[in-house]
Nanobody, 118 residues
Framework: QVQLVESGGGWVQPGGSLRLSCAAS????????MGWYRQGPGNQRELVAD???????NYADSVKGRFTISRDNAKNTVYLQMNSLKFEDTAVYYC????????????WGQGTLVTVSS
């Protein structure tokens, strides 16, 4: 049974940085695409960044140039380095893992709260 556990959230001032981690267990991590999503106050859950099993990355326009997603297959962990944080980055951040072939299954972590405030 695949499980994802996020960590690294917290409070940070605008312009600051945080690194989120997502540790996976119970699956073959290296063959899955991984992603970070977020849900801010009053908003729908949205894609922040994802990374394929081959290492290709994709970012929301709002975070391009500020956030970096990476993965360490040896540690079964995906990271989200967040720099130059803005108030609008405040959200619960969720880790996502999904298969890249049928039947296209996915798993979600429990979320970690990031609060950007002065």
């Amino acid at each position: 049974q695949v499980q994802l556990v996020e960590s690294g959230g917290g409070w940070v001032q605008p312009g600051g940085s945080l690194r989120l981690s997502c540790a996976a267990s119970g699956g073959i991590f290296s063959i899955h695409a991984m992603g970070w999503y977020r849900q801010g106050p009053g908003n729908q859950r949205e894609l922040v960044a994802d990374i394929s099993s081959a290492g290709s990355t994709n970012y929301a326009d709002s975070v391009k140039g500020r956030f970096t997603i990476s993965r360490d297959n040896a540690k079964n962990t995906v990271y989200l380095q967040m720099n130059s944080l803005k108030f609008e980055d405040t959200a619960v951040y969720y880790c996502n893992g999904r298969t890249e072939v049928i039947p296209y299954l996915e798993v979600w972590g429990q979320g970690t709260l990031v609060t950007v405030s002065s």
